[in-house]
């Protein structure tokens, strides 16, 4: 399966540098895994 190109912008904060850029986690994944850098935590 060939998959569309699309182009997104992505500005890494100070605080959340260390955090990994998204990326699939395996190939059959229908979309992206993402990181956020939070103050809080989030249940």
Known sequence: ???DKIKVEIK???HG???PLPCY???QSAGMDLYAA???SVI
């Open 1 to 3: 399966m060939q998959r």
């Open 12 to 14: 890494k904060l100070s």
């Open 17 to 19: 540098k260390s955090l």
């Open 25 to 27: 986690a395996t190939m």
């Open 38 to 40: 939070l103050d809080d």
